[in-house]
């Protein structure tokens, strides 16, 4: 297979779980994330599997950036044909505690920068009609989450968008999904009260799946996953 993925927040984690994946379905890789020794190591870690791999930065809560971003993305690989939302971001701490500065913070990188990536792709995604968006939203997104309002809220409205945009691509070619996981062994969980339920190879079978495999059908799908 051939063809071009974007995926956020790679350098670690789910994100680095999911570029590998698509990487050995034969997609060539923009991983954009901030720049980062760990993203560096991400990327050349995929070159040297005979991977095409291009690092794009961007700062998350500047709009000028994230779409700077995607034209330099479409300019030296193409349209992607798959964009995997990953990026996220969890200041764990009590309502009354929460600065306006994290819960921005939380909200910018969560659901404002996923909108506003995708407003800068759909252009060309649209023209070519193809193109699946996967957004990698949380079962915060549904539960509540002592510790994590800002971020259960951030996840709760990246369903609420998905949803809304499946229905604005029916008919297009085009499909947008959600996978929400559960606890998943990454450094993400540090600092919560919940164990590991998953690792993010099995979150990363599910998004592949959806990027590649399923459908279009699944336009508007919100895949819940619990755990073991």
């Not at 999911?18 to 923009?30: F, I, N, P």
């Not at 968006?133 to 997104?141: K, N, T």
């Not at 979150?203 to 279009?216: G, I, M, Q």
Request: one cysteine or more.
């Amino acid at each position: 297979m051939s063809g071009v993925a974007l995926v956020t927040g790679a350098s670690r984690g789910l994100g680095r779980a999911v570029a590998h994946s698509l990487a050995r379905r034969g997609l060539q890789l923009a991983l954009l994330g901030r720049e980062s020794s760990a993203h560096t190591e991400t990327a050349a870690a995929l070159r040297s599997t005979g991977s095409r791999v291009l690092e794009v930065f961007a700062d998350f809560s500047d709009a000028d950036s994230l779409a700077s971003a995607a034209e330099r993305v479409v300019a030296e690989l193409g349209i992607p044909q798959v964009v995997v939302h990953n990026a996220g971001l969890v200041v764990r701490a009590r309502v009354e505690d929460t600065s306006i500065d994290d819960w921005d913070r939380q909200l910018d990188t969560n659901l404002r920068a996923p909108f506003v990536l995708t407003r800068a792709l759909l252009p060309a995604l649209r023209a070519a009609r193809r193109g699946r968006l996967i957004f990698v939203g949380s079962i915060s997104g549904t539960l509540g989450s002592a510790g994590a309002a800002a971020y259960a809220a951030s996840k709760w409205g990246l369903t609420g968008f998905v949803k809304s945009l499946a229905e604005e691509l029916s008919d297009s070619g085009l499909m947008a999904c959600a996978v929400l996981p559960g606890s998943i062994a990454t450094d993400m969980l540090e600092g919560s009260s919940f164990p590991a339920r998953m690792s993010a190879e099995d979150v990363a079978k599910t998004v592949e799946f959806l990027a590649l495999d399923a459908p279009l059908a699944h336009n508007g799908a919100v895949v819940e996953m619990f755990g073991v």
